[in-house]
């Protein structure tokens, strides 16, 4: 399979060159995490705090090449265990551009957290669409819409997907401004879909089939990215809030909706969450960066052992330098990822780490 992929890219370059004035330029990135992660003993199975060393080729190592002919551009990007990242073309229709192909959705606003897989303080503060097939317009003006698969691989019944009415895509609106050193981002994602009325399932408490799931499923996201730079000193801020997020894919804090498996009905789910980070170029070669995001996911079902409404809450911290020699870079990190209150109010327990990143870009 490997094999086949390396053989059509090349097939692909060589067909370009020769028929077209085509700009192609392959790129890469390997990445390396070395991490001390410390436990607390609310997060092993015998309750008693850990250290472990965890060394890995990162998952988002990857290759790629960039195709650029004229008023079309192309990607084309594959991680590690041959996983396709990334597949689209543009055309620049002069006004407007198309984009077809699998890409980022417009909320991928991250911070610098390099700790895991580059984890940019995503289910705590950041959220992450990930990488879907979609349609997207593009204006010169910063403003752009994007029809975008829709995930319906957890659905609140667990039902199959025969089980689903699925009418129209994900739908991403958005506008990015650039202002000289001023970066503003509003975006706003929207799914729904509804269970299939005749379609059977076994009604809880009895053996006889029934039909019938008069319900609908909507899922909507808002977030605000602004960042400013102000000579070597960058600013950034993110906040995100919406309903029952993790039906989109989404993740985060307890940010499905709940369930009655009886009444067969849903009780929605909102989630909000943020971060804030600066960073300081010290010179050419050394970077600081430090960020905190907070994370909480509310519904009327999550109740303490007391009948009192709680939260799922989590949180983290970080702090880094980064060298950087040529391509190559060393990036030290210490941080903290807090997992705080479970939706029955119990105690979740937190990981703090410290390592470095080693990276490569070619």
């Known amino acids: 399979m490997k094999k086949i992929i390396i053989g059509v890219i090349l097939m692909t370059s060589l067909i370009s060159m020769i028929y077209a004035q085509v700009d192609i330029k392959p790129y890469g990135s390997a990445r390396v995490g070395y991490w001390y992660e410390s436990l607390s003993k609310e997060m092993t199975s015998y309750q008693k705090e850990d250290m472990d060393l965890n060394y890995m080729l990162q998952s988002n190592s990857r290759f790629g090449v960039n195709f650029k002919n004229d008023k079309l551009t192309a990607k084309v990007e594959y991680g590690t265990g041959v ?58 003006n910063g403003f752009y819409v994007s029809l975008i698969k829709p995930n319906t691989l957890t659905n609140p019944a667990g039902y199959d997907n025969k089980a689903i009415d699925l009418l129209i895509p994900k739908i991403n609106l958005g506008f990015k401004y650039k202002y000289y050193n001023f970066y503003s981002h509003p975006t706003l994602v929207f799914q729904t879909y509804s269970f299939d009325k005749n379609f059977p399932y076994m009604y809880a408490g009895t053996d006889s089939a029934k039909t019938g799931i008069n319900e609908s499923v909507n899922s909507w996201l808002f977030a605000y990215t602004g960042q400013i730079n102000i000579d070597d000193l960058m600013i950034r801020g993110h906040v995100n809030y919406g309903s029952n997020t993790g039906y989109m894919g989404y993740n985060g804090p307890s940010n499905s909706g709940y369930w009655d498996a009886t009444r067969h009905e ?14 300081y170029k010290l010179n050419s070669q050394v970077n600081i960066n430090t960020g905190v995001g907070y994370e909480a996911s509310s519904n009327d079902k999550y109740l303490n052992n007391n009948n009192k409404k709680v939260s799922d809450e989590q949180m983290s911290a970080y702090a880094q330098i980064k060298f950087q020699v040529n391509k190559f870079m060393i990036i030290p990190e210490i941080g903290l990822l807090d997992y705080m209150n479970s939706i029955s109010g119990e105690k979740q327990g937190s990981l703090m780490y410290f390592g470095t990143q080693l990276r490569m870009d070619f």
Do not use: H
């Open 83 to 140: 996983n396709l990242r990334l597949l689209w073309v543009k055309q620049d229709m002069g006004s407007y551009s198309v984009l077809i192909g699998q890409d980022y959705d417009g909320t991928s606003e991250y911070s610098a957290q390099v700790y895991s897989t580059d984890k940019g303080l995503i289910e705590f503060g950041a959220v992450d669409g990930g990488r879907n097939p979609q349609i997207k317009l593009e204006m010169k």
């Open 266 to 279: 849903i009780t929605n789910t909102t989630t909000m969450g943020g971060f804030f980070e600066f960073g």
